[in-house]
């Protein structure tokens, strides 16, 4: 039987429990994206907190691509030094990092006509209503070899493995979606050549920092619109990225800011869950594939996330939030302490001066 406190792997990655923090957008960088004191700080105390494994807040890959202000940079070879200090530091306390790499897309409206944006189809985002320009086969040649080389950057500096952003509307996701990807060549049309741009990223990477080192995915379950990405669609991605060799993938959503309208309600068969959104999605592709499946969204009960572990083939459970109010969440349940975390759900957590919980952890 599985325990939440117990050693496991994700790859060659051994995990010392089951609770990630899950990617989270700090904004306390410089302004080109370096580490900052403050920034070491938090990564030390969710480290001390008794968290197993960290992903970092999203890094931009390329200079010229920063969706939020405040966010980590891998696009250079000027930041592995200071990320060495990181992970060291993280280490420290027998807890793991890994990357969380990413291009923003159209899912921004930082310095929006300022520069250039990509995407697969110009579509503007639902959210955010950016265009983007639709690439050409040697820009996305460009960024599939940024990507590749960010994840090298990351292995040289320590971390444990890298984590792409195939989600929440970012550019892999809109590839992977008939409702922004309309392109009419090898990147378009068909689920395999809407998957193709993912998968030559995940290539090239694993050619760049070999077989050892941890590459997950991040996807979005279901679109959760009329013409997007349905989870039918995403149940082949996760099987076709085990075949190439994954070495795990967490399903999330795109419903910051909705959720509270849409829990309770049924998208592509599957109810949204008011503690672990998306757990119904992912015990189903957890049933597929023989890959760690991680879930995340709203989880704050070790009740719950116990239930949710001896009933399904889910393995790890990434949390955000509620580590912004309590750090030291994991490391109070471990001792016994099993209240649920105090975070409020309030999503005030992000403010001019960086995220964090304006209630119980004020800066």
């Known amino acids: 039987m599985k325990a939440l406190f117990e050693q496991s792997n994700i790859g060659k990655m051994q995990v010392k429990n089951r609770f990630i923090r899950s990617a989270t957008w700090e904004n306390m960088t410089t302004e080109d994206g370096h580490m900052t004191d403050k920034l070491y700080d938090i990564y030390e105390e969710l480290a001390q907190g008794g968290v197993g494994l960290i ?29 060495q200090k990181l992970t060291e530091l993280v280490h420290t306390y027998d807890s793991k990092i ?7 897309g159209t899912k921004t409206t930082h310095n929006v006509g300022e520069r250039i944006i990509y995407a697969p189809s110009e579509v503007a985002e639902k959210g955010t209503n950016t ?34 952003h195939g989600a929440h509307t970012y550019l892999i996701n809109q590839f992977l979606s008939p409702y922004y990807n309309r392109r009419t060549d090898q990147y378009g049309g068909s689920l395999e050549n809407r998957m193709r741009f993912l998968v030559e990223v995940f290539l090239q990477m694993r050619k760049l920092v070999g077989d050892d080192f941890s590459i997950m995915v991040k996807l979005t379950a279901s679109e959760f619109f009329e013409g997007g ?61 023989d890959i760690p499946i991680i879930t995340v969204g709203g989880l704050a009960n070790i009740e719950t996330i116990e239930t949710i572990l001896g009933t399904t083939n889910i393995a790890y459970f990434a949390i955000a939030r509620p580590l912004l109010s309590e750090p030291h969440l994991i490391k109070r ?9 105090i975070c409020e759900h309030c999503s005030k957590c992000r403010t001019r001066r960086g995220n964090f919980c304006v209630v119980h952890n004020k800066r």
Not at 149 to 161: E, N, V
Not at 333 to 341: I, K, L, T, V
């Open 333 to 341: 349940w471990q001792a016994g302490d099993r209240r649920p975390g």
């Open 131 to 164: 265009l983007g320009k639709s690439m050409t086969k040697a820009e996305i040649d460009y960024i599939i070899h940024a990507f590749a080389l960010s994840a090298k950057r990351a292995q040289q500096a320590g971390f444990d493995g890298v984590e792409i």
């Open 98 to 104: 890994v990357m969380q790499l990413a291009y923003g």
């Open 55 to 83: 992903i970092t807040g999203y890094a931009n890959i390329v200079i010229e691509e920063q969706p939020n202000p405040g966010m980590m940079g891998i696009y250079d070879d000027s930041f592995i030094d200071e990320y």
């Open 229 to 289: 990405l349905t989870f039918a669609e995403t149940r082949v991605i996760c099987k076709t990225l085990e075949n190439i060799g994954v070495d795990a993938i967490e399903i999330s959503g795109n419903i910051h800011g909705k959720a509270s309208t849409m829990i309770g309600q049924y998208f592509d068969g599957y109810q949204l869950q008011e503690e672990g959104y998306f757990v119904e999605y992912g015990k189903a592709i957890s049933d597929d594939v």
